[in-house]
T-cell receptor, first 115, second 111 residues
Framework: GAGVSQSPSNKVTEKGKDVELRCDPI?????LYWYRQSLGQGLEFLIYFQGNSAPDKSGLPSDRFSAERTGGSVSTLTIQRTQQEDSAVYLC?????????????FGSGTRLTVV | TQLLEQSPQFLSIQEGENLTVYCNSS?????LQWYRQEPGEGPVLLVTVVTGGEVKKLKRLTFQFGDARKDSSLHITAAQPGDTGLYLC???????????FGQGTTLQVKP
């Protein structure tokens, strides 16, 4: 597609439920990143994919968080047993290659609210 | 762990004024990127700087990279309401493309 697409754009869930967030990167971009952004704050790295592999998942806050990528394209971030502190905007970005010089193209994010 | 500090955290100015925001790192930058983020959207890349002392211009925006590659500034001339947003600096981390972001400067330009 023309840009990075994320769905849903907004998600309200009850504490303890599982949620899945989807990211559809730019076609041909091999690198995919998930970040989390709390209100008015900078971005916190979660996980990096190169193709279908995740060589860096050091930012995942706990074992309740997992992510996968299939076909070198779509990625899903899953949060199990959601907690109120998981409330944030989850941003996905893709890049032509796994090198910081390329810069990212971000999606518009999924705003997750845990009540 | 590298830390990026941005200042000021918040800036509110009138249309037509000039402003400068800063980004300082606890260690040498690999490659510095500046992004602007508008409410409800993801950040958009403005510029990448790599060489110490480098200056890049993007219309009314001037980006400077310190000689020691540990600091950077973004200067906006004659700010307009369309410049309103969150300005983020970020450093590339090795060959994974992972970026470390600062906390950002929120800029509000009033008409």
């Amino acid at each position: 597609g023309a840009g990075v697409s994320q769905s849903p754009s907004n998600k309200v869930t009850e504490k303890g439920k599982d949620v899945e967030l989807r990211c559809d990167p730019i076609s041909g971009h091999t690198a995919l990143y998930w970040y989390r952004q709390s209100l008015g704050q900078g971005l916190e790295f979660l996980i990096y994919f190169q193709g279908n592999s995740a060589p860096d998942k050091s930012g995942l806050p706990s074992d309740r968080f997992s992510a996968e990528r299939t076909g070198g394209s779509v990625s899903t971030l899953t949060i199990q047993r959601t907690q109120q502190e998981d409330s944030a905007v989850y941003l996905c970005a893709s890049s032509y290659g796994g090198d910081s010089g390329y810069g990212y193209t971000f999606g518009s994010g999924t705003r997750l609210t845990v009540v | 762990t590298q830390l990026l500090e941005q200042s000021p955290q918040f800036l509110s100015i009138q249309e037509g004024e000039n402003l400068t925001v800063y980004c300082n790192s606890s260690s040498v930058f690999s490659s510095l990127q500046w992004y602007r983020q508008e409410p409800g959207e993801g950040p958009v890349l403005l510029v990448t700087v790599v060489t110490g002392g480098e200056v890049k211009k993007l219309k009314r925006l001037t980006f400077q990279f310190g000689d020691a590659r540990k600091d950077s500034s973004l200067h906006i001339t004659a700010a307009q309401p369309g410049d309103t947003g969150l300005y983020l600096c970020a450093d590339g981390s090795g060959n994974t493309g992972k970026l470390i972001f600062g906390q950002g400067t929120t800029l509000q330009v009033k008409p």
